[in-house]
DNA sequence: ATAAGGATAAATATATTCTTTATCCTTGAA
DNA sequence: TTCAAGGATAAAGAATATATTTATCCTTAT
């Protein structure tokens, strides 16, 4: 009935020295040279010997070991079996569905920190990054309205809707009349992003605000807002889009909100996210699920400020 | 590069099924059925889904690891061949060499207690036990005078010497000259004891305590105590020795101090115990060790206050 | 000499892992 | 049906184990 204890520190042995050393073992489990060095000390202290000698480049197994090497390192190859075929990987992969321009917009720019701080994580956002996409539901899902469709949904952020324009364009507002300023000036629209939202257009921004002009619903129609956004970057007009969409490139002063703050409108829903609970039992996404609640949080208020100011 | 983690809960996922209950497998670890299904809940919450049914008498495994069951089942059977190989056992057994005398009438009645609560540490002591010897030192000596041979000594206890005898032989000395008492009784010498321990036979008592007889170095001679103890209890005469080696058999009145812990005397050397310094970076020695200290330790006190009183 | 790479020690902080206790559920017997 | 037995589980606190950090030592190249 002998005991078989420290599997981790038989785990650290045949990975230190199938590596030639602690360091290249650490890095392969993700830990410091040091705790992998404790491993394996502790089987040692557990036998009152040696297992490994440590020498001027590495380390090599000491010759009670050796007899023991191949079954070692053959349990440790079936092992990496079953966690391929008990699919250990999708623990680390994250698979979002979300509104396109939030993806593309908000998300993309705030995920490579993530990644950044997270290097085993693996995203696939709308079928796209890291790993492919796969059969079955995402962990997450991200729109409007998910509300309706079943359990838990987390808000997310409420966007603000307001014009923007480039440096350019802005500026030849400059002494117009306020209310007819925008006559003459291509309007861009953006189909899905209101049809999606249920939020307003420029028809619904012109009469809120007061303002006129002709040909309201003509000009260039953009499925999505980032096409759109390159358009009014090339000084092609002017377009109606939710803030935090654009935050980065307003703050950045390379757009401009012409009307300032006050001409804009909160969207109608905010954003949400649900997330799939038999996902957020893995760790990876109750972690990843936390950053994007802060994330979010974030953003509302620096919109919030923005807004107000 | 997939992480392979939660070791232990892949060890108990296999124990699991091997056995068919959780309450089996955690008997197999020496664990509670409640920590043994934690593991595996453990690895279910992170791979998201089920890898045994909990039934009506035991668990099944599920669809899902079926496909790895036998590299599991594999794997681990490569490992228990590497504990055989890298001798896990040896760190369960304690091997002592120790004096016959302590070790009969001290050490082994207080073992039985020990294994009770350790059951798991298999010993050899002098050779015999749960366990055949080993080539090689023992973990622990245990003798007098060990401080001269090296390093670390622990000291165990110091004894006490003098006159015991049955009821019976006891009870004919009523009466008689104090001095003289002992005139007639056959006397029972134990070489190796003295020899050892350089302590006071029958010649030196009989002088220092002031007594008189003949033929002071006549008398049967045994080379072990548990033998002379076993003539003393046949009625056979009076016996020279350790107070901690009859200590029980006094406590329990089977054996008689004829002359009281007055005319007696400590003896030269205590008990010391040395230890392998290797061998203590095994729990399961540095644990006895702890226990066998403060066994002596608390010899130590039952003999004062027996002979102070 | 003097870095550079690697291993280790000690201390602290953090996580994991276990036990305990109580409850739930299924099964088989009264 | 009711009850008891066997097994699994939940929750919480206690006990361990494990990791990081920082500094130091050693060997080998430059």
Not at 150 to 160: A, K, N, P, S
Not at 185 to 210: N, V
Not at 293 to 305: F, I, N, P, Q
């Given at each position: 009935?002998?005991?078989?204890?420290?599997?981790?520190?038989?785990?650290?042995?045949?990975?230190a020295?199938?590596?030639?050393?602690?360091k290249?073992?650490?890095?392969?489990?993700?830990?410091?040279?040091?705790?992998l060095?404790?491993?394996?000390?502790?089987l040692?202290?557990?036998?009152?010997?040696?297992?490994?000698?440590?020498?001027?480049?590495?380390?090599r197994?000491t010759?009670?070991?050796?007899?023991?090497l191949?079954?070692?390192?053959?349990?440790?190859?079936?092992?990496?079996?079953?966690?391929?075929l008990?699919?250990?990987?999708?623990?680390?992969?994250?698979?979002i569905?979300a509104?396109?321009?939030?993806?593309?917009?908000?998300?993309?720019?705030?995920?490579?920190?993530y990644k950044?701080?997270?290097p085993?994580?693996?995203?696939?956002v709308?079928?796209?990054?890291?790993?492919?996409?796969?059969?079955?539901?995402?962990?997450?899902?991200?729109?409007?309205?998910?509300?309706?469709?079943?359990?838990?949904?987390?808000?997310?952020?409420?966007?603000?809707l307001?014009?923007?324009?480039s440096?350019?364009n802005?500026?030849?507002?400059e002494g117009?009349?306020?209310?007819t300023?925008?006559?003459?000036?291509?309007l861009?629209?953006?189909?899905?992003?209101?049809?999606?939202?249920?939020?307003?257009?420029?028809?619904?921004?012109?009469?809120?605000?007061?303002?006129?002009?002709?040909?309201?619903?003509?000009?260039?129609?953009?499925?999505?807002?980032?096409?759109?956004?390159?358009?009014?970057?090339?000084?092609?007009?002017?377009?109606?889009?939710?803030?935090?969409?654009?935050?980065?490139?307003?703050?950045?002063?390379?757009?401009?909100?012409?009307?300032?703050?006050?001409?804009?409108?909160?969207?109608k829903?905010?954003?949400?996210?649900?997330?799939?609970?038999?996902?957020?039992k893995r760790?990876?996404?109750?972690?990843?699920?936390?950053?994007?609640?802060?994330?979010?949080?974030a953003?509302?208020?620096?919109l919030?400020?923005t807004?107000e100011?």
């Amino acid at each position: 009935m002998t005991q078989l204890t420290h599997l981790r520190s038989l785990q650290a042995l045949e990975l230190a020295i199938r590596k030639g050393s602690l360091k290249a073992a650490a890095a392969a489990l993700s830990i410091t040279p040091a705790a992998l060095g404790q491993r394996i000390k502790a089987l040692e202290d557990y036998l009152g010997y040696e297992l490994i000698s440590r020498g001027r480049s590495g380390v090599r197994p000491t010759s009670e070991v050796k007899p023991a090497l191949a079954h070692l390192t053959a349990a440790f190859r079936e092992l990496e079996t079953v966690t391929r075929l008990l699919d250990f990987q999708r623990v680390d992969e994250i698979h979002i569905t979300a509104h396109t321009d939030w993806a593309q917009l908000w998300l993309a720019p705030r995920l490579e920190v993530y990644k950044q701080a997270n290097p085993n994580t693996l995203f696939c956002v709308n079928g796209v990054g890291d790993v492919p996409a796969r059969i079955g539901d995402a962990d997450c899902d991200v729109g409007f309205g998910l509300s309706g469709k079943g359990d838990e949904v987390d808000m997310l952020h409420r966007d603000y809707l307001l014009p923007v324009a480039s440096t350019e364009n802005a500026a030849r507002l400059e002494g117009l009349p306020h209310d007819t300023a925008l006559e003459g000036f291509p309007l861009l629209h953006i189909d899905a992003y209101t049809a999606q939202s249920g939020d307003i257009g420029w028809p619904e921004w012109f009469q809120q605000f007061g303002h006129r002009r002709t040909g309201l619903s003509r000009g260039v129609r953009y499925q999505w807002v980032l096409q759109a956004m390159e358009a009014v970057r090339a000084d092609a007009g002017f377009m109606l889009c939710g803030l935090s969409l654009v935050h980065a490139e307003v703050a950045r002063g390379s757009l401009l909100m012409p009307f300032g703050t006050q001409e804009g409108c909160w969207a109608k829903h905010p954003f949400e996210a649900r997330f799939r609970p038999v996902s957020l039992k893995r760790s990876a996404l109750a972690h990843f699920r936390d950053w994007l609640l802060a994330e979010a949080r974030a953003t509302d208020e620096a919109l919030s400020r923005t807004v107000e100011s």
